[in-house]
């Protein structure tokens, strides 16, 4: 084609062979000019180059280089010195491989062992950047800075590790995990099966068990030989076979995928039993001491460890508080097996968890003025919407939020059903289609002018340019048919739908104003005749449901008398999304017959999926979750109540362990400072009895005269102190049912208490013990004497567990937290 020819189809548009979409060909001269540019640019910069971005910032489409230098030179010359470009940069990497050369250089004179992965991302590419991968040559410069990195790596490699004299080396035998279940179930198993002890998991990694039964060992990784274990024979501990076969059957209750980790957190005990020189347990009461001694390393190496430096860490061991509660599990599993045929009650006894998370008493001040603004975008968002939806009004409507204002229409693909400034700032520009001063639909002319202002338009080609417009007509239209629908029928899917939103609006005020956790708001029970009776019911609310987790405990609140009328009018809502359907909670998701609550919704879920559904109409919302509110809320109460905690524990209906575990409000030293006085017996733990013969731990003989039982009797009964008349000469344990009640409540209460620190060893051992193991030989003694009581005993005991407790010790064990804490 010649010159003049080329000139004829100057910008004209012509569709590119069997590439699908339109490619304009603009003047020959200056785009061959705008293309050398780029690449002179690049070969002096060392920029790598792309012809994909060639072609951009020429301003053509993709493919276009390629495409025109089928028929025309200029254009294949073009292509022949970016290709030239590309392979040179392919060689020597240019400035890309100039920079990480830099970076590699400084990593080795600050003492920093180099990686590709560390360069690679300190260039600001991935860590896989330079690493060859399967299907795929490196680039030579990429490859030549791998093999500098792999030198320079030499300089940095640790010493051969020397294996001490008298070490030999362990062989294993890999089985699977089922087969090593049979051959130590019964614990009869050879002791060279424990030696040899080994299995390999689904994930390809392996588990060696044998070293555990030597005290000092050394697990070394020798190449193609793999990882070969070393063991010094005079350190065997036969007793150690235990922990091996306890481990073996904890694992195989345990599901596939955690089994590799569990294992790596059991051998965390094992090295620490061999650097503390601790004795390996033999029995269930060592064992129990042991898994308290090691809870309390726990607790060490979590507290040692200092968040502003990394290294600084008791004894070799690192990890975090979340990791240190899953080792503990991971031990007390592992020796309930070997010990107790897996009753982790009888190795925990006294001793409490390590708490995933450490409590922050600064964690609840709240910004009361976000506070106010959060609950009262809600509440406009509730009352608006719902006289919407109740009083049948027609879309669009417009509504008054916070900070904003806002447009309701029916929902259509690709945009909100609710129109704020916030969400109308993309390609589905809203007030396209909408005149926020007359709030009603333009016509199509109006769209269209509309189409034409935005900036996306103009920056179009005139093909696309006409597309827009089309779709702009289209949705146009459809947004009509949408709202013609939605007000020709009330109850419309969209009507619906927006109504479960005003109930998830309501559910955040409603967490505000009960103090109720997510959970158990989100899941109270409700039916019609619960719906049709509040509604006639006096000056307030009663609202009740039972907390599964607190054993069955029921919660019941009321909503006052100036709250009734939005509760009204939410019962109202909700009537309205069923749809002449039901739901057995109170809250559901979806609408009508298929109203129900599920997955994380009904497991404390609920407000955060309603707040991420108006985060996005108003980015601004902060979120308060019910535990922040619950800890406001307390904070206050506490403060109006003078901090006694067993009042702020009533209002938020909860027990005061839970109240003072999860939403702290004093300093811990204090904390420990009423701990000790608790257990010293410094203070009163009970209220005066009418009836003197009738005490909270059983019956009095001789009230008020204290006398001891036994010689040397570990505490000193006292009458005010009812959990000392145990020890008294004149207690009697009565063989009936309630007198049995009162003894389990009050060692469910000690047991609750000891709980909460497993490091007083000293107040255990002294005071609480005693106590725990005189109920139980009194039991054991009644058992004897009048047989017919054991099956009351331990349906009692089940009770008790579940926190029933009777109404003396229920008291007790709700006013008395902040003698703990």
Same mark, same amino acid.
């Given at each position: 084609?010649?010159?003049?020819?080329?000139?004829?189809?100057?910008?004209?548009?012509?569709?590119?062979?069997?590439?699908?979409?339109?490619?304009?060909?603009?003047?020959?001269?200056?785009?061959?000019?705008?293309?050398?540019?780029?690449?002179?640019?690049?070969?002096?910069?060392?920029?790598?180059?792309?012809? %994909?971005?060639?072609?951009?910032?020429?301003?053509?489409?993709?493919?276009?280089?390629?495409?025109?230098?089928?028929?025309?030179?200029?254009?294949?010359?073009?292509?022949?010195?970016?290709?030239?470009?590309?392979?040179?940069?392919?060689?020597?990497?240019?400035?890309?491989?100039?920079?990480?050369?830099?970076?590699?250089?400084?990593?080795?004179?600050?003492?920093?062992?180099?990686?590709?992965?560390?360069?690679?991302?300190?260039?600001?590419?991935?860590?896989?950047?330079?690493?060859?991968?399967?299907?795929?040559?490196?680039?030579?410069?990429?490859?030549?800075?791998?093999?500098?990195?792999?030198?320079?790596?030499?300089?940095?490699?640790?010493?051969?590790?020397?294996?001490?004299?008298?070490?030999?080396?362990?062989?294993?035998?890999?089985?699977?995990?089922?087969?090593?279940?049979?051959?130590?179930?019964?614990?009869?198993?050879?002791?060279?099966?424990?030696?040899?002890?080994?299995?390999?998991?689904?994930?390809?990694?392996?588990?060696?068990?044998?070293?555990?039964?030597?005290?000092?060992?050394?697990?070394?990784?020798?190449?193609?030989?793999?990882?070969?274990?070393? *063991?010094?024979?005079?350190?065997?501990?036969?007793?150690?076979?235990?922990?091996?076969?306890?481990?073996?059957?904890?694992?195989?209750?345990?599901?596939?995928?955690?089994?590799?980790?569990?294992?790596?957190?059991?051998?965390?005990?094992?090295?620490?039993?061999?650097?503390?020189?601790?004795?390996?347990?033999?029995?269930?009461? +060592?064992? +129990?001491?042991?898994?308290?001694?090691?809870?309390?390393?726990?607790?060490?190496?979590?507290?040692?460890?200092?968040?502003?430096?990394?290294?600084?860490?008791?004894?070799?061991?690192?990890?975090?508080?979340?990791?240190?509660?899953?080792?503990?599990?991971?031990?007390?599993?592992?020796?309930?097996?070997?010990?107790?045929? %897996?009753?982790?009650?009888?190795?925990?006894?006294?001793? %409490?968890?390590?708490?995933?998370?450490?409590?922050?008493?600064?964690?609840?001040?709240?910004?009361?003025?976000?506070?106010?603004?959060?609950?009262?975008?809600?509440?406009?968002?509730?009352?608006?919407?719902?006289?919407?939806?109740?009083?049948?009004?027609?879309?669009?409507?417009?509504?008054?939020?916070?900070?904003?204002?806002?447009?309701?229409?029916?929902?259509?693909?690709?945009?909100?059903?609710?129109?704020?400034?916030?969400?109308?700032?993309?390609?589905?520009?809203?007030?396209?289609?909408?005149?926020?001063?007359?709030?009603?639909?333009?016509?199509?002319?109006?769209?269209?002018?509309?189409?034409?202002?935005?900036?996306?338009?103009?920056?179009?080609?005139?093909?696309?340019?006409?597309?827009?417009?089309?779709?702009?007509?289209?949705?146009?239209?459809?947004?009509?048919?949408?709202?013609?629908?939605?007000?020709?029928?009330?109850?419309?899917?969209?009507?619906?739908?927006?109504?479960?939103?005003?109930?998830?609006?309501?559910?955040?005020?409603?967490?505000?104003?009960?103090?109720?956790?997510?959970?158990?708001?989100?899941?109270?029970?409700?039916?019609?005749?619960?719906?049709?009776?509040?509604? /006639?019911?006096?000056?307030?609310?009663?609202?009740?449901?039972?907390?599964?987790?607190?054993?069955?405990?029921?919660? /019941?609140?009321?909503?006052?008398?100036?709250?009734?009328?939005?509760?009204?009018?939410?019962?109202?809502?909700?009537?309205? *999304?069923?749809?002449?359907?039901?739901?057995?909670?109170?809250?559901?998701?979806?609408?009508?017959?298929?109203?129900?609550? +599920?997955?994380?919704?009904?497991?404390?879920?609920?407000?955060?999926?309603?707040?991420?559904?108006?985060?996005?109409?108003?980015?601004?919302?902060?979120?308060?979750?019910?535990?922040?509110?619950?800890?406001?809320?307390?904070?206050?109460?506490?403060?109006?109540?003078?901090?006694?905690?067993?009042?702020?524990?009533?209002?938020?209906?909860?027990?005061?362990?839970?109240?003072?575990?999860?939403?702290?409000?004093?300093?811990?030293?204090?904390?420990?400072?009423?701990?000790?006085?608790?257990?010293?017996?410094?203070?009163?733990?009970?209220?005066?009895?009418?009836?003197?013969?009738?005490?909270?731990?059983?019956?009095?003989?001789?009230?008020?005269?204290?006398?001891?039982?036994?010689?040397?009797?570990?505490?000193?009964?006292?009458?005010?102190?009812?959990?000392?008349?145990?020890?008294?000469?004149?207690?009697?344990?009565?063989?009936?049912?309630?007198?049995?009640?009162? *003894?389990?409540?009050?060692?469910?209460?000690?047991?609750?208490?000891?709980?909460?620190?497993?490091?007083?060893?000293?107040?255990?051992?002294?005071?609480? /013990?005693?106590?725990?193991?005189?109920?139980?030989?009194?039991?054991?003694?009644?058992?004897?004497?009048?047989?017919?009581?054991?099956?009351?005993? /331990?349906?009692?005991?089940?009770?008790?567990?579940?926190?029933?407790?009777?109404?003396?010790?229920?008291?007790?064990?709700?006013?008395?937290?902040?003698?703990?804490?």
């Amino acid at each position: 084609m010649s010159v003049t020819d080329e000139s004829t189809v100057t910008k004209t548009a012509r569709l590119a062979n069997k590439r699908g979409f339109i490619t304009v060909l603009y003047d020959h001269a200056e785009l061959q000019a705008s293309f050398e540019g780029t690449l002179e640019a690049w070969r002096k910069s060392g920029e790598e180059p792309m012809k %994909g971005k060639l072609e951009k910032v020429a301003g053509v489409t993709n493919g276009y280089l390629h495409i025109t230098a089928k028929k025309h030179f200029w254009a294949e010359k073009i292509l022949t010195d970016y290709k030239l470009l590309r392979r040179e940069w392919e060689d020597h990497g240019g400035a890309e491989y100039k920079a990480m050369k830099k970076i590699l250089n400084e990593m080795i004179k600050n003492g920093e062992e180099p990686s590709v992965g560390v360069i690679g991302e300190k260039a600001g590419r991935s860590s896989v950047y330079l690493l060859p991968r399967k299907n795929r040559q490196l680039y030579p410069w990429k490859m030549k800075l791998f093999e500098e990195t792999k030198e320079a790596q030499k300089a940095f490699d640790k010493p051969v590790l020397e294996i001490p004299k008298g070490y030999v080396r362990l062989t294993h035998q890999c089985q699977p995990l089922g087969a090593l279940v049979k051959e130590m179930e019964f614990g009869d198993g050879e002791i060279i099966a424990y030696k040899i002890a080994a299995v390999a998991f689904a994930n390809g990694k392996e588990a060696y068990f044998g070293s555990w039964l030597y005290q000092r060992w050394l697990r070394l990784s020798e190449g193609q030989k793999g990882v070969s274990t070393y *063991v010094d024979p005079s350190s065997f501990d036969v007793q150690r076979t235990s922990l091996v076969r306890g481990a073996i059957l904890a694992l195989n209750g345990i599901p596939e995928k955690s089994q590799g980790i569990r294992v790596k957190h059991m051998e965390k005990y094992i090295n620490w039993l061999n650097r503390t020189e601790n004795i390996t347990p033999k029995s269930a009461k +060592e064992a +129990e001491k042991s898994y308290r001694e090691f809870t309390f390393y726990l607790h060490q190496v979590v507290k040692g460890k200092d968040p502003r430096r990394k290294n600084q860490t008791i004894d070799i061991d690192n990890f975090s508080r979340k990791n240190a509660g899953r080792i503990q599990a991971s031990v007390l599993l592992m020796l309930a097996e070997a010990f107790t045929n %897996g009753n982790a009650e009888k190795i925990q006894g006294m001793t %409490g968890i390590v708490e995933s998370s450490s409590q922050n008493e600064n964690e609840a001040v709240i910004d009361i003025d976000a506070l106010g603004d959060a609950l009262s975008y809600y509440y406009q968002f509730f009352e608006q919407v719902t006289d919407f939806l109740l009083e049948h009004k027609p879309y669009p409507y417009a509504i008054k939020l916070l900070e904003h204002d806002a447009i309701l229409v029916p929902q259509i693909p690709t945009y909100p059903q609710i129109m704020t400034p916030f969400n109308g700032a993309n390609r589905f520009d809203w007030r396209i289609y909408f005149n926020p001063d007359v709030l009603d639909l333009r016509n199509e002319t109006g769209v269209k002018a509309a189409v034409m202002r935005s900036e996306v338009y103009q920056r179009k080609s005139p093909s696309k340019q006409a597309l827009m417009l089309n779709r702009a007509a289209d949705t146009l239209n459809t947004f009509r048919a949408a709202i013609l629908k939605a007000n020709s029928d009330y109850y419309h899917n969209t009507r619906l739908s927006l109504g479960l939103l005003a109930m998830r609006a309501y559910f955040m005020v409603m967490m505000d104003i009960t103090g109720l956790n997510d959970v158990t708001l989100a899941t109270m029970p409700w039916n019609d005749e619960n719906d049709l009776l509040e509604e /006639e019911n006096g000056d307030s609310i009663k609202l009740r449901n039972i907390k599964h987790r607190a054993g069955g405990k029921v919660v /019941e609140f009321s909503i006052q008398r100036k709250f009734k009328p939005s509760f009204i009018t939410f019962l109202k809502l909700r009537r309205f *999304v069923l749809d002449g359907y039901s739901c057995d909670t109170l809250y559901f998701t979806g609408t009508s017959k298929n109203a129900k609550l +599920e997955g994380l919704q009904q497991n404390g879920g609920f407000g955060v999926y309603a707040y991420k559904d108006f985060q996005s109409y108003y980015p601004g919302l902060k979120y308060f979750g019910s535990r922040k509110l619950r800890r406001f809320k307390k904070q206050w109460i506490m403060k109006e109540t003078n901090g006694r905690t067993y009042l702020a524990a009533k209002l938020l209906q909860h027990t005061e362990s839970i109240s003072q575990s999860n939403y702290p409000a004093q300093p811990k030293d204090e904390s420990q400072k009423m701990m000790a006085n608790y257990f010293d017996y410094q203070h009163s733990l009970t209220m005066e009895i009418d009836d003197r013969e009738m005490i909270g731990s059983g019956a009095c003989k001789s009230h008020n005269q204290p006398e001891v039982q036994v010689e040397n009797a570990p505490i000193k009964p006292d009458c005010n102190k009812k959990m000392t008349c145990l020890f008294c000469k004149h207690y009697r344990l009565m063989p009936i049912k309630q007198e049995i009640h009162k *003894v389990l409540s009050m060692k469910y209460v000690i047991k609750e208490f000891s709980k909460l620190h497993a490091w007083s060893q000293t107040h255990f051992d002294t005071v609480t /013990e005693p106590i725990l193991d005189r109920i139980e030989l009194l039991l054991k003694a009644l058992k004897t004497k009048c047989p017919e009581t054991s099956g009351i005993i /331990e349906d009692l005991r089940k009770e008790v567990d579940k926190q029933n407790l009777t109404s003396y010790w229920q008291g007790v064990h709700e006013r008395n937290w902040e003698a703990v804490w």
